[in-house]
């Protein structure tokens, strides 16, 4: 028996025994080996070749042994390991086998390593289902459920016959970008096939249906399922809460054979996305055991309606009563303290991380970062951001948002350029909405951000947004080139949007462009039917240029119809509270 232990082994002692090969067998040996290998680390270079063969010594090693190493490589996330292996399997004929070719390709999407296993899913002659549902799902974990669902229909149109796991992982993709006509496509897929019967796809169906469509399909496909199980009954209940059907969610927890605390946090959720945040404490604090789950879902919903007191109250309540805290819980009230700007409420929920082991978490650290920029603490954010070992592409938008915010735009950009050259992490419409903004540094050329707005479109075919529209309005206005921000509007189609004509007339007011603000407030008014806004500004403007009797009949009308300038607000914190000046 022999043990290869590298420097890093001794941060995994546990990890020191773990047996890669169970009754490994070798070829031209009739006997089995039981082999123990060292924790390897992905910084630790040990020698993925050097340890195979030393430890069958010499001996060339089965598929069932390969497909175990590989799994050893994933579960540790070491990448350099992984490779070595990928290079040996590679060399010796292995590949064509189809469970070690589809062992590494669920390696290299466990580290999210996607163009690679794109690549090495190519080279297979003849993968099975299993083997696309390794991507397929491997891009749902990650997040990137357009991926999945293009790789899908792939999956589709080929020879290979897609299973109840392929129609799961692609109803949880549309579920989660809400596409209702996808996923009711699917379904009748599934009829097709004779799927609808499972139990596990029902389940995906009613929580699809939940998310992206009328609750009626989801009652219809839970009254249609045969074999109800628990998850069966929480999916409904969820989805009628979450739709706001709460006396429907009700009435499918009194139905409900044994309704656990995954039950009540359906209906405590739905609640709070209604917004009846007392009813939502009431049902938390009659439940016997409430778990981490049950109290996020409040403290969600009082963030999400500017109640972040409130949250931090729960939060504070949550921790004494020593109910166990999650990434999520860290994550949504770092966000409530972030819209606060409560700098010593966020470092002390910081220390509450670092003492649950939760800071280095991706999802923890990214709020870190945004609580940190929101706050004016740059610094902080950045340490934050150099600190992660793994970065996702929130992590790299939180760092570049909080250099936009606080007006460091060499930083956007240079980031930006360093986020191009990361693997597998494409920016997004976040990314260059972020980019855009920080272009109004007088030092940089509207030429740039121009770039940047085509490049998003034609480089990352990521269509403009509203958002996007506006953004650019206001950098030509503060360019001085209103006239091209009007061309820009009609160029890509937003005439009908009153957002943007309002963002035009904003920009009219810096630059006192009288003409071009008339042509804006008429389509304000047109389109939002918001004439207050309108009144104030063109008032403003009038002034400006000392056509008093244009003033006088926009206050005349501001008068009849009582509209009011909305006095001026800042806050400040002070011994932990913030207060309103």
């Known amino acids: 028996m022999r ?13 020191c025994s773990t047996k890669i090969f169970n009754h490994m067998h070798y070829i031209g040996h009739s006997n089995f080996h039981l082999v123990d290998v060292a924790a390897v680390h992905s910084e630790c270079g040990t020698n ?7 430890a069958t010594r010499g001996v060339k090693p089965n598929s069932f042994a390969l497909v175990n190493l590989i799994g050893f490589a994933s579960q540790l996330k070491c990448p350099s390991f992984g490779k070595q292996i990928h290079s040996y399997v590679s060399r010796s004929g292995y590949f064509s086998n189809i469970h070690v070719s589809t062992s590494l390709v669920k390696f290299y999407v466990r580290m999210h390593y996607f163009s690679d296993a794109h690549a090495l899913f190519d080279e297979i002659s ?3 289902v299993v083997t696309w549902n390794t991507v397929i799902s491997g891009y749902v974990h990650a997040g990137q459920f357009r991926s999945a669902l293009t790789f899908f229909m792939r999956l589709y149109r080929s020879h290979v016959r897609a299973d109840a796991f392929s129609f799961t992982s692609v109803l949880f993709a549309c579920s989660q970008l809400s596409l209702f006509k996808l996923g009711s496509s699917i379904h009748c897929k599934t009829v097709k096939l004779g799927m609808d019967d499972s139990t596990v796809v029902a ?11 009328p609750v009626e399909h989801a009652v219809k496909v839970f009254s249609e399922t045969v074999e109800k199980d628990a998850i069966s009954w929480n999916s409904i209940i969820a989805a009628s809460a979450n739709n706001g059907y709460i006396e429907l969610a009700y009435k499918f927890l009194h139905l409900m054979p044994n309704p656990d605390t995954v039950s009540y946090n359906g209906l405590i959720n739905g609640i709070a996305q209604v917004g009846n945040m007392e009813d939502a404490v009431r049902v938390l604090s009659s439940l016997p055991n409430p778990n981490s789950s049950s109290w996020n879902s409040v403290i969600t919903g009082f963030v999400n309606r500017n109640r972040a007191w409130e949250a931090l109250d729960m939060f504070c309540k949550m921790h004494l009563r020593n109910v166990q805290i999650d990434e999520f819980t860290f994550s949504i009230i770092l966000s409530g303290i972030a819209g606060l700007a409560a700098l010593k409420w966020g470092m002390l929920i910081h220390c509450c991380a670092v003492k649950c082991g939760l800071d280095v978490s991706i999802v923890v650290g990214s709020a870190l970062i945004d609580m940190y920029s ?17 970065k996702n592409l929130v992590s790299w938008n939180a760092m570049i948002s909080g250099y936009a915010r606080n007006g460091d735009s060499g930083c956007v950009i240079r980031l930006f350029k360093l986020l191009k050259m990361e693997r597998d992490i494409k920016p997004d419409g976040i990314t260059f909405l972020n980019l855009i903004s920080a272009c109004s ?33 206001r950098l030509m206005g503060q360019k001085g080139e209103l006239w091209r921000a009007e061309k820009f509007i009609h160029e890509f189609g937003f005439e009908s949007c009153g957002v943007v004509w309002r963002a035009l007339l904003g920009a009219c007011g810096t630059q006192e462009d009288l003409q071009e603000a008339e042509i804006a407030a008429a389509k304000v008014i047109e389109l939002e039917r918001d004439e207050d806004y309108v009144y104030v500004m063109m008032s403003n403007m009038y002034a400006s240029f000392g056509r008093w009797e244009d003033v006088n009949l926009m206050r005349g009308l501001m008068n009849r119809k009582r509209v009011k300038k909305e006095a001026g607000s800042s806050w400040i914190e002070i011994d932990s509270s913030v207060s309103s000046l």
């Open 48 to 54: 993925a070749e050097l340890a195979l063969f030393e």
């Open 441 to 473: 540094h007088d030092e940089i050329p509207l030429e740039d951000a121009i770039a940047y707005f085509q490049s998003m479109i034609e480089e990352y075919k990521i269509a403009p947004s509203i958002e996007h529209c506006c953004s650019m309005i």
């Open 203 to 213: 389940n995906c169906l009613i929580d699809m249906y939940g998310k992206c469509g």
């Open 126 to 128: 003849e993968p099975n």
């Open 374 to 390: 929101k706050c004016g603490q740059v610094k902080n954010a950045e340490s934050m951001f150099h600190s992660l070992c793994d």
């Open 3 to 15: 043990r290869f232990v590298c420097n890093e082994a001794r941060k995994f002692p546990l990890l």
